[in-house]
């Protein structure tokens, strides 16, 4: 590195690698990584997820971690965002989970509904399966 702007080449280069919004084209799937998940047991998931990711060969996908989503009860939680916008909460997640999420909703385009965060009349409801 010769001068500052030889720097700032580097961070703007850097910056527009880490970007979240470059994975616009494709899935976004965030892993809350804040204590509370990360007690739950978010790291696992987040590995889980990206090794399943790069198992299954997936390209146009951004795996990103989060701070708190909010719903500590419901921890682990992974948010899946479509390429045309839609948000999918998956909620009390696991390593388990988190593979089959990612060959369903992921490679194959199916959400899994079991996993998912309901909300009736303003109430969230406990998934079925755990």
Do not use: W
């Amino acid at each position: 590195m010769k001068s500052l702007k030889e720097l700032e080449e580097i961070r703007k280069r850097t910056l527009e690698n880490i970007n979240l919004r470059k994975g616009r084209e494709g899935y976004r799937i965030v892993v809350g990584m804040a204590t509370c998940g990360i007690a739950a047991g978010a790291r696992p998931v987040l590995t889980s997820i990206m090794d399943e990711v790069n198992k299954l060969d997936l390209k146009n996908v951004t795996v990103a971690q989060t701070g708190c989503i909010g719903a500590c009860r419901f921890e682990p939680m992974v948010e899946v965002y479509s390429p045309d916008g839609e948000k999918v909460t998956y909620i009390k997640m696991n390593p388990e989970k988190a593979k089959a999420m990612v060959a369903s909703h992921i490679k194959d385009g199916k959400v899994i509904d079991d996993y998912t965060m309901t909300v009736i009349d303003g109430k969230v409801i406990d998934p079925v399966s755990e």
